[in-house]
């Protein structure tokens, strides 16, 4: 008995191809808008993660009270006092926030490039290794260079990776699009 895949065939998304070279198209424009303005931008992200943790917040809460005969109910409660705490932080003070991912971004980087090269140097008999320790070093070098220039950079930095971000996928997106429209 054959079970069928839920993923789409490619086939099966070819004749959309317009809808996602559309969205790219949004994506990229918006990724220009928000590398037009960082401090902008970065505030629309220190706002955005704080939205996302007051609805977690929220959720740990309502969690929290559905357990009612669990021993470790006020652990759950605090929790999601304090995920409600640094959403509510967010709003509040957006430029602290701003600092405070800024910073943890940076550090971030810093032990994911470190752990890159560990595994570099463990692959290094294979081929490809030279990838990942390169890999690796900018990574590290990335959240260093942040790292040094906090807490100045948190009011365009976060924002940088957002405009970033929305222009890399507006590219994948066109990109991809165009080759499903070749295929």
């Known amino acids: ?31 220009f808008i928000a590398a037009g303005n960082l401090l902008w931008a970065t505030v629309v992200t220190v706002y955005y993660v704080g939205m996302l943790m007051i609805i977690g917040g929220a959720v740990y809460l309502a969690h929290a009270f559905q357990v009612k005969a669990w021993k470790d109910t006020i652990y759950w409660v605090l929790s999601a006092l304090l995920y409600l705490a640094a959403g509510v932080l967010a709003f509040v003070n957006p430029q602290l926030t701003a600092k405070v991912l800024t ?19 463990r692959t290094r008999p294979d081929a490809g290794w030279g990838w990942l320790l390169a890999g690796g070093i900018v990574t590290a070098l990335a959240g ?23 222009a890399m996928q507006g590219w994948a997106l066109i990109g991809f699009g165009l080759a499903l429209r070749k295929a």
């Open 103 to 121: 910073l943890l971004m940076a550090w971030a980087l810093i032990v994911s490039g470190l752990f890159r090269i560990w595994v570099a140097m």
């Open 144 to 166: 260093l260079v942040f790292l040094i220039g906090w807490p100045v950079n948190s009011l365009w930095l976060l924002g940088l990776f957002l405009a970033f971000d929305l």
């Open 1 to 31: 008995m054959a079970v069928q895949s839920s993923i789409p065939r490619l086939s099966e998304v070819r004749g959309k191809w317009g809808w996602f070279v559309a969205l790219g198209l949004a994506l990229l424009v918006f990724g």
